[in-house]
Structure formats: structure tokens, C-alpha cells
């Protein structure tokens, strides 16, 4: 089966730019969550949907970021305005939603904010 | 903040022989746990879970072993390969059904030939 696939795989912008990601999570999957990952650091969990509703952004930083998934398949995540410390790997993740704990993840979009 | 931690953030592990990766938790109330893989440039790859039921779990040539009394996880890897070479994370679960995982830092592991 396909993976989570993610675009773009880099992306550099300036501080004050605004910038977005896209993921598509493997077909049947209805639960999306999209990650932080700050070098030499875990995955931090900035949003989890099921279908196409929210189940958690608590922290989701919301004066800056938004995410939305229409339509409950694919998802976006967008900076407005990044900053230098948004520096980082975002990474999409999907699982079936319903009894099960593993995720999916895709490659990743490596943000680098100058 | 991140309930999940591993004890060593590097790990270096002459081919052939066993590795041991470890991981501490926090929260006693954790039912779930799970290691993921990560290779340079890629996203966490699963690589085997187990719940707070059990103490030990194999699979092709891990096992993970939970030690609840200490809240202590580890991994360890038989006949560790070039390939096994990358980050390694533990996560947990503290919430019952909402299956969202608090990842730790990850240990780097590098396989020497």
C-alpha cells in the first residue's frame, strides 16, 4: 500500500514569511495527526484529527499555525508568520483511528526559517 | 513536557553483537508503549509495541521488555546490522482511546563494522 506521502521535502523561508504543508495519509485512514520535530528531539504532537474534525490542538501554537483536513482525507498545516524558531521537521502521521496505536508516518518537510 | 525519556542519547554497538536501548517513563498510569525507528531523512518507522499487561514482547529480532516497578522500557536488537544505524524512540500512551503517543529524545545508535 502507499505511504503518508508529504510535500514539499524542504522548504526555506525567511522570519515573517508564511509557508504551507501538505500530507496525504494512506487511503481508509481516518485519523491524521501532524508532528514537530525540532532537531535532536522527539516528535512533538501539534494536531490530531478523526476524519475530518479536531480531537486535540492544545498545542498547537494558534496565533501562527492552522491546519485543516477537508473532506477528512488530505490535510494542510500552515505558518503565518514563521519564525526562527519554527525551525524544524514536520511530520504527517495517520492510523486507522479506531484500536490501534500505530501510526503511519510520512518522510517529513524539513523547515528552515532565516 | 515529555514524560518519556531514554537514559543514553548515543549508543555505539559493534556489528553482530546485541543492543540494549533504553527508556525511562514517568507516569505510572501509562497502558501503552511502542519504539520507532528512525533512519537519516526519513519519518519514525514502527518497529514493535507492547501493552502494560505484559512484560516481554518478540518480534524478528527485537524484543522489548516493561519493567513497571521501575517504569523502565528497553529494546534490545539481536545481531545488530549496518541497517539498525539510527534513531531510536520510545513512546507512551497515558490516555486510554484517544491513541495519541508522548514521544521521548531518542537514543542514536551507530553500528560499527
Known amino acids: 500500500e502507499a505511504g503518508v506521502a508529504q510535500s514539499p521535502r524542504y522548504k526555506i523561508i525567511e522570519k515573517r514569511q508564511s509557508v504551507a504543508f501538505w500530507c496525504n495519509p494512506i487511503?481508509?485512514?481516518?485519523?491524521l495527526y501532524w508532528y514537530q520535530q525540532i532537531l535532536g528531539q522527539g516528535p512533538k504532537l501539534l494536531i490530531q484529527f478523526q476524519n475530518n474534525g479536531v480531537v486535540d490542538d492544545s498545542q498547537l501554537p494558534k496565533d501562527r499555525f492552522s491546519a485543516e483536513r477537508l473532506k477528512g482525507v488530505d490535510s494542510t498545516l500552515k505558518i503565518q508568520p514563521a519564525k526562527l524558531e519554527d525551525s524544524a521537521v514536520y511530520l504527517c502521521?495517520?492510523?486507522?483511528?479506531?484500536?490501534?496505536?500505530?501510526?503511519?508516518f510520512g518522510p517529513g518537510t524539513r523547515l528552515t526559517v532565516t | 513536557g515529555e514524560s518519556v525519556g531514554l537514559h543514553l542519547p548515543t549508543l555505539s554497538v559493534q556489528e553482530g553483537d546485541n543492543s540494549i536501548i533504553n527508556c525511562a517513563y514517568s507516569?505510572?498510569?501509562?497502558?501503552?508503549f511502542i519504539w520507532y525507528k528512525q533512519e537519516s531523512g526519513k519519518g519514525p518507522q514502527f518497529i514493535i509495541d507492547i501493552r502494560s499487561n505484559m512484560d516481554k514482547r518478540q518480534g524478528q529480532r527485537v524484543t522489548v521488555l516493561l519493567n513497571k516497578t521501575v517504569k523502565h522500557l528497553s529494546l534490545q536488537i539481536a545481531a545488530t546490522q549496518p541497517g539498525d544505524s539510527a534513531v531510536y524512540f520510545c513512546?507512551?500512551?497515558?490516555?486510554?482511546?484517544?491513541?495519541?503517543?508522548?514521544f521521548g529524545a531518542g537514543t542514536t545508535v551507530t553500528v560499527r563494522a
Open positions: 507516569n505510572s498510569a501509562s497502558d501503552y
Open positions: 487511503s481508509g485512514h481516518a485519523t
Open positions: 513512546a507512551e500512551s497515558y490516555k486510554s482511546y484517544d491513541y495519541k503517543l508522548s
Open positions: 502521521a495517520s492510523s486507522l483511528g479506531t484500536d490501534t496505536y500505530e501510526q503511519y
